[in-house]
């Protein structure tokens, strides 16, 4: 088939113009006006009880834990986020007129906490949980200003983000934004009680707990239809927060409300890898807000569960075999019931849900990096990367596994420990 030369000149210039057309709806799409910047805000004049007030709602949004690098200023930025499109260093909220936002507005800083937009019109990555702050009502996020501007300024700038080719291009994430962020306000249930709406606002906002405890699809979006069913974060599995967790029926509202105050509960694991910093952040918010949560988590977890009997698992004499040995020279000193450290705060084996979970990453983590105190920087259990083999880590936990719990064996384990041992030192 032959096209003539005007046709073909036709068909061009009508590519051309659909090109071009698209290229000016995504312009308007991604286009976001700069703001003007103002002087930093005098911070004598700023009402003491509005910097109280922000400083308790930042903590539930863990700003210190995300935007302090370790070792660094607090508040000043460069701490690295890895996700599954790069590594993420995250800015510095000083009120640093040059690196900080010590010359944003108000209005600056709600845009970019609610539309993920920076005070000069570029689009921020999604590690701000923005689709949660969209739920943050506008006196709080003044609150948070004002507590943020009331702090010390540090000079200090984040490292160049490390993403996969083509990621670097902010005005892709208005396409993202199109599909996954969602203005929408906490709705009060007036069925409810004022504590548990209170946790509900805190935890679909502020705390933006289904950042991490709920799944993601390929293109990084939280899965809506299942919240709370579970996640991943920085290389530590987020269990579920509703019917589907393991442990739905040891858990409480006070064995709740003590987990988030201080890392640790009775008859649970302590709060490790990135929810071991949420606790220690945690514990510095009002135990009014705390309970609050803790009353909301509750109906998650139990929504559709019936309470099983608690099943003791086999009391299994020491196998003579390596396995046992290892585990008596590497793990014995803690975690047998009758050991000394065991009677000093350290959770039965039996009862930790990282034990009793159906992937065993977080033991694997657990053995890898070990534990840190929640309450101090005092190793809660200490790593043992370089300490054992791969092989011996693998034993441990199918040993422990078979011993102090009723689940069925893990598959085994060799791979996965190489695999996560690989990724921890990415």
């Known amino acids: 088939m032959h096209y003539s030369k005007r046709t073909l000149q036709a068909g061009a210039s009508i590519l051309g113009l659909a090109i071009t057309v698209g290229f000016g709806v995504f312009g308007w799409i991604a286009y976001e006006p700069e703001l003007?910047?103002?002087?930093?805000?005098?911070?004598?004049?700023?009402?003491?009880?509005?910097?109280?007030?922000?400083?308790?709602?930042?903590?539930?949004?863990?700003?210190?834990?995300?935007?302090?690098?370790?070792?660094?200023?607090?508040?000043?930025?460069?701490?690295?986020?890895?996700?599954?499109?790069?590594?993420?260093?995250?800015?510095?909220?000083?009120?640093?007129?040059?690196t900080g936002i010590g010359n944003w507005s108000a209005d600056a800083f709600r845009r970019a906490m609610k539309d993920g937009v920076a005070r000069d019109g570029s689009h921020l990555y999604p590690a701000l949980p923005y689709e949660h702050f969209t739920r943050v009502t506008d006196a709080d996020l003044d609150a948070i200003?004002?507590?943020?501007?009331?702090?010390?300024?540090?000079?200090?700038?984040?490292?160049?983000?490390e993403l996969l080719p083509g990621l670097g291009f902010r005005p892709l994430l208005a396409g993202w934004k199109l599909l996954f962020l969602r203005h929408e306000a906490t709705?009060?249930?007036?069925?409810?009680?004022?504590?548990?709406?209170?946790?509900?606002?805190?935890?679909?906002?502020?705390?933006?707990?289904?950042?991490?405890?709920?799944?993601?699809?390929?293109?990084?979006?939280?899965?809506?239809?299942?919240?709370?069913?579970?996640?991943?974060?920085?290389?530590?599995?987020?269990?579920?927060?509703d019917a589907s967790n393991p442990s739905a029926d040891r858990w409480n509202v006070d064995t709740l409300q003590a987990y988030l105050k201080t890392g640790t509960a009775k008859g649970h694991s302590t709060a490790?890898?990135?929810?071991?910093?949420?606790?220690?952040?945690?514990?510095?918010?009002?135990?009014?807000?705390?309970?609050?949560?803790?009353?909301?988590?509750?109906?998650?977890?139990?929504?559709?569960?019936?309470?099983?009997?608690?099943?003791?698992?086999?009391?299994?004499?020491?196998?003579?075999?390596?396995?046992?040995?290892?585990?008596?020279?590497?793990c014995g000193g803690c975690h047998e019931p009758s050991a000394p450290m065991g009677r000093q705060g350290r959770p039965l084996l039996s009862e930790t849900s990282d034990m009793n979970a159906k992937?065993?990453?977080?033991?694997?983590?657990?053995?890898?990096?070990?534990?840190?105190?929640?309450?101090?920087?005092?190793?809660?259990?200490?790593?043992?990367?370089?300490?054992?083999?791969?092989?011996?880590?693998?034993?441990?936990?199918?040993?422990?596994r078979s011993r102090f719990t009723t689940q069925p064996p893990w598959p085994p384990l060799e791979d996965t420990v190489r695999d996560i041992r690989k990724e921890n030192a990415q």
Request: net charge negative; aromatic share 6%; with cysteine.
């Open 272 to 330: 490790a890898g990135p929810m071991g910093p949420v606790t220690e952040g945690l514990s510095r918010l009002n135990d009014a807000d705390v309970r609050a949560i803790a009353v909301y988590i509750n109906t998650t977890i139990h929504s559709g569960t019936t309470p099983s009997s608690t099943v003791t698992p086999p009391a299994i004499a020491g196998l003579p075999d390596a396995r046992t040995n290892l585990f008596d020279g590497a």
């Open 359 to 400: 992937d065993p990453r977080n033991a694997v983590q657990a053995v890898l990096q070990g534990i840190r105190d929640p309450s101090s920087d005092a190793p809660f259990m200490p790593s043992f990367a370089d300490n054992l083999t791969d092989r011996q880590i693998a034993d441990l936990l199918a040993y422990g």
């Open 36 to 98: 003007s910047t103002i002087p930093p805000p005098d911070r004598a004049s700023i009402p003491p009880a509005l910097i109280r007030k922000g400083e308790q709602l930042a903590t539930v949004g863990d700003c210190i834990v995300c935007h302090t690098a370790d070792d660094g200023p607090a508040l000043a930025g460069s701490r690295p986020l890895t996700t599954p499109f790069g590594t993420l260093y995250s800015n510095n909220i000083t009120p640093d007129p040059e």
């Open 145 to 161: 200003y004002a507590f943020l501007m009331s702090r010390e300024p540090v000079k200090e700038s984040a490292p160049p983000n």
């Open 187 to 241: 709705v009060s249930e007036p069925m409810e009680s004022s504590e548990w709406n209170r946790g509900k606002y805190l935890v679909d906002g502020l705390a933006h707990c289904g950042g991490c405890h709920t799944p993601r699809n390929i293109l990084g979006g939280e899965k809506w239809a299942d919240e709370f069913a579970g996640g991943v974060a920085e290389g530590w599995n987020a269990p579920p927060l």
